[in-house]
């Protein structure tokens, strides 16, 4: 399947800090990204979806000005949460998906990043 | 009623056992279904992909959609220790882009 990099694999960051993490797919330009967040014992859920040079569309319950979603180029996004607390520890995976050729059909996931907030 | 249903198990079957793992889900609007294994603190990694009713076989793995019933299944053959990991069922369909996944259920295989 496409390879899809995700960085870091674990981080830890003090409570009211900005924590960013960064999606690559590495042999396929991915027209959109996802990102996901899951909590212990419970499901995937998606967070986010965005294209390549437009704004994110953030999913019910998300907040836009808290989880920072920029697709620059094809090949990357980021994922910024912006004064982190406690509650926002979580494991966090991207998601890429092409528009042809390798890559595209369903989407391949990074290897995810575990937050911890402290 | 959420919208996929997946028993979390853990599912401990031995070495060699046919495993069965499945999903329900409520919204006839999906179309996609995937199957993905997930290790421990690893992303997820994509084994089956189908789309609408049927089957699909791919080595020791075998996936079934009963768009009817409302009702998927992976089926591994010959379960090998190395197949212990989380199985998630992942959907997506009426327009939207993003999946829908279930909780995954844990499987061990006992060597």
């Known amino acids: 399947g496409a390879v899809v990099s995700q960085h870091p694999s674990w981080v830890i960051c003090k409570s009211g800090t900005s924590v960013k993490i960064e999606c690559r797919s590495l042999?396929?330009?991915?027209?959109?990204m996802f990102w996901y967040r899951q909590f212990p014992k419970q499901s995937l859920m998606l967070m986010a979806t965005?294209?390549?040079?437009?704004?994110?569309?953030?999913e019910q319950g998300v907040e836009k000005d808290k989880f920072l979603i920029n697709h620059a180029s094809l090949t990357l996004s980021t994922l910024t949460v912006t004064s982190a607390h406690p509650e926002d520890s979580s494991f966090y995976t991207c998601?890429?998906?092409?528009?042809?050729?390798?890559?595209?059909?369903?989407?391949?996931f990074g290897q995810g990043t575990r937050l911890t907030v402290v | 009623q959420k919208e996929v249903e997946q028993d979390p198990g853990p599912l401990s079957v031995p070495e060699g056992a046919i495993v069965s793992l499945n999903c329900t889900y409520s919204n006839s609007a999906f179309q996609y279904f995937m199957w993905y294994r997930q290790y421990s603190r690893k992303g997820p990694e994509l084994l089956m992909y189908?789309?609408?009713?049927g089957n699909k076989e791919d080595g020791r793995f075998t996936a079934q959609v009963d768009k009817s019933s409302k009702y998927i299944s992976l089926f591994i053959r010959d379960s090998q220790p190395s197949d212990s990991a989380t199985y998630l069922c992942a959907m997506r369909g009426g327009g939207a882009d993003g999946l829908t996944f279930g909780k995954g259920t844990h499987l061990i295989i006992q060597p």
């Open positions: 998601s890429a998906r092409g528009g042809g050729g390798r890559g595209s059909g369903e989407a391949f």
């Open positions: 965005s294209n390549e040079g437009s704004k994110a569309t953030y």
């Open positions: 189908t789309y609408s009713s």
């Open positions: 042999d396929f330009q991915a027209t959109t």
